[in-house]
């Protein structure tokens, strides 16, 4: 460990206010995209709506790339709706010799294309001819896309260059550290131990009990001091989720007194460098997942929530680290361990990675299993991972483009297209066909379910039959930070130009529909603060007393609510938020619903009508479900 420098907290406190300053607030609306898919399938997202997405990409032009190739919007269609992703040697051998993908067309081609396949040829010789004919134009050499690449043995004349493959990459992946990975990947790397979850789950736990104690509430709403009010409570360990670490006890009772120590205390404590601490801090804050009473616009709860993350994170990898290696979790010990132990560390690096034929896996985890570490025996390490140096090395000598094939091979099948066809194309345009599918990485992808998901939803809203202006409800909508930092950042579109009611619309997954369904009108907001990242303060069980009266207007005057035309406020919280978020914001709708508190409210300058009501719903992101509270009293008000 570091000896800590006087200069470091205040290193640390510019690095967090630069964050701040900067936050991007977390993708909350963003859904896997297996659930996307599932929605397609459903006929929630449909090709109307994927065509309207790509007519925002500039990669996804409708233009054909020759007069007999399809379109590159197809091609990007097909790749959405499934899997085109490239292939290593050895699951293409899997795919060959366990799927039989020489003798079936591919299980997932619709119905229709299948069809249309068939009608042309059998079936496996249509299918061997397509890859043959893919091999052709690709002018790959012979035997190039021949997965095997078993070996039988390894001499000892490999183990030198093995030692210094593997030092080269234990130095490249810790110099990860903060640009690219946390110490908990590089850990999961090496163990196979995912600990986002674990962690997440308690950080979430952590914040939601943090949210719901009265005493950390600060004037805006926010945790005040919510690392210092989970030292306090840590101590105690009251939900015993501490009990099974090593050294729990002591590291909690070291804690400094305040976040930004114990951030710098953390973080010479995982032995990251100074230099990557910018990095480090960036990293972990844009993987930290929507917690209830999370601001990152704030540097207070950033540092809050940075430490309490970083102290859970050191808990967990002392467990996994003093498990497997008897080691503390650091990444000096790291380093000093699988330098003595290189072979132990390529075996378990490529287990890990993934892509090692399944008699190579079954031999990495039997090891594993048998001794744990390198310090038992070391010669079975060593003969395994000189096995797979020599693998490595022959996969260099005759690289297998067999991926390429590959992608093309689905991507053919599923445009119904046949070795006759393909052979007509000139090559620039199986060239061009891969290069497109190079240019649609998940994250683009992701762009573009989104905006198909947030056109199915206007074309919904437009085709609702038009009120009169007169009909229309005038909702204002507020939101905890949790929701407003992605879900309610959607927009749907300006209010119509001839309405009198002034704002924008905005849904996403399938809230428009609800609002619009339960409020009887098109959803049109008179304002929507869908760029108010303020949390909703602590609901008042009671408004007896002047300073309750106060903060309570206050917090209406900071929603925009002091002269609002809104006759109609939702607070709406997502799942992400407690059950207690919920139960708050109606004690708090049953406060502002109250003829006495609209009166003691006026005094101080916020006029409510006497038609302006508040309503209570809860969404829920995985499903789509709007949940209100209060049914009877909105029917009541519609």
């Not at 183990?159 to 810790?174: G, I, M, P, V, W």
Request: with cysteine.
């Amino acid at each position: 460990m570091r000896t800590p420098s006087p200069n470091d907290a205040a290193h640390v406190q510019a690095l967090l206010h630069a964050l701040a300053a900067t936050a991007a607030p977390p993708s909350g609306d963003t859904l896997p995209e297996a659930r996307y898919r599932e929605l397609y399938w459903q006929g929630r997202i449909t090709d109307d709506d994927l065509a309207a997405a790509f007519g925002t990409d500039l990669g996804c032009q409708t233009a054909p790339l020759s007069a007999s190739a399809p379109t590159r919007q197809a091609v990007c269609r097909i790749a959405l709706l499934f899997d085109l992703s490239a292939l290593n040697p050895c699951q293409l051998a899997w795919h060959i010799e366990e799927r039989a993908a020489f003798q079936h067309i591919q299980a997932d081609v619709p119905v229709a294309v299948r069809r249309q396949l068939l009608a042309a040829e059998p079936e496996a010789p249509m299918l061997q001819a397509l890859w043959a004919a893919l091999v052709e134009m690709l002018e790959i050499p012979d035997g190039a896309t021949d997965p095997d690449t078993r070996d039988e043995g390894a001499g000892g004349f490999i183990h030198t260059e093995l030692r210094q493959l593997a030092d080269t990459e234990l130095t490249r992946l810790l110099a990860t550290l903060g640009s690219a990975a946390s110490l908990r990947d590089v850990v999961q790397a090496l163990s196979g131990t995912d600990l986002k979850t674990l962690v997440d789950g308690h950080l979430r736990q952590i914040c939601t009990a943090l949210a719901a104690a009265p005493s950390a509430w600060g004037a805006h709403g926010q945790v005040a001091d919510g690392y210092g009010t989970w030292r306090l409570l840590a101590r105690q360990d009251a939900g015993l989720f501490l009990q099974q670490l090593p050294d729990w006890q002591d590291i909690i009772a070291q804690l400094p007194d305040t976040a930004i120590a114990a951030i710098v205390w953390q973080l010479h404590s995982l032995d990251i460098p100074p230099g990557q601490w910018a990095a480090y801090l960036r990293h972990l804050s844009q993987e930290l997942p929507l917690l209830p009473g999370l601001n990152p616009a704030s540097a207070t709860v950033l540092a809050d929530t940075l430490a309490i993350r970083l102290t859970l994170d050191r808990l967990w990898l002392n467990q996994v680290c003093h498990d497997l290696w008897k080691i503390e979790a650091n990444a000096h010990a790291l380093q000093s361990y699988f330098q003595k132990n290189l072979s132990e560390f390529w075996v378990r690096l490529h287990l890990y990675q993934g892509g090692l034929p399944e008699y190579l896996s079954q031999q990495a985890e039997a090891l594993i299993i048998r001794s744990g570490s390198e310090r038992q025996c070391r010669p079975d390490w060593q003969h395994l991972a000189d096995v797979l140096v020599l693998r490595q090395r022959r996969l260099a000598r005759s690289p297998a483009p067999g991926d390429s094939v590959w992608r093309l091979f689905r991507l053919c099948q599923h445009l119904g297209l046949t070795a006759r066809q393909v052979l007509d194309w000139p090559k620039t345009d199986l060239l061009e066909l891969l290069a497109l599918l190079d240019a649609l990485p998940l994250s683009v992808r992701a762009r573009l379910w989104q905006a198909a998901d947030r056109h199915h939803y206007q074309q919904a809203l437009a085709t609702q039959p038009n009120l009169p202006c007169t009909a229309l409800v005038p909702l204002h909508i507020i939101h905890s930070a949790n929701y407003a930092n992605g879900l309610l950042a959607t927009l749907i579109r300006p209010a119509a130009a001839s309405s009198t009611l002034l704002g924008r619309a905005g849904l996403a997954h399938g809230i428009g529909r609800y609002l619009s369904a339960m409020l009887a009108a098109p959803l049109v907001l008179a304002q929507l603060l869908a760029e108010c990242l303020g949390v909703l303060p602590n609901p008042l069980l009671s408004v007896s007393t002047e300073a309750d009266i106060d903060r309570l207007a206050q917090w209406l005057t900071a929603q925009g609510l002091a002269q609002t035309t809104a006759n109609k406020i939702l607070l709406l919280t997502a799942n992400a938020d407690s059950p207690e978020e919920t139960h708050r914001l109606k004690l708090l709708v049953t406060q502002l619903n109250r003829p006495e508190t609209r009166h003691l409210l006026q005094a101080r300058g916020i006029f409510l009508s006497a038609d302006t009501w508040f309503l209570v719903a809860s969404y829920d992101t995985m499903t789509g479900l709007l949940a209100w509270h209060g049914l009877e009293t909105l029917a009541s008000l519609v």
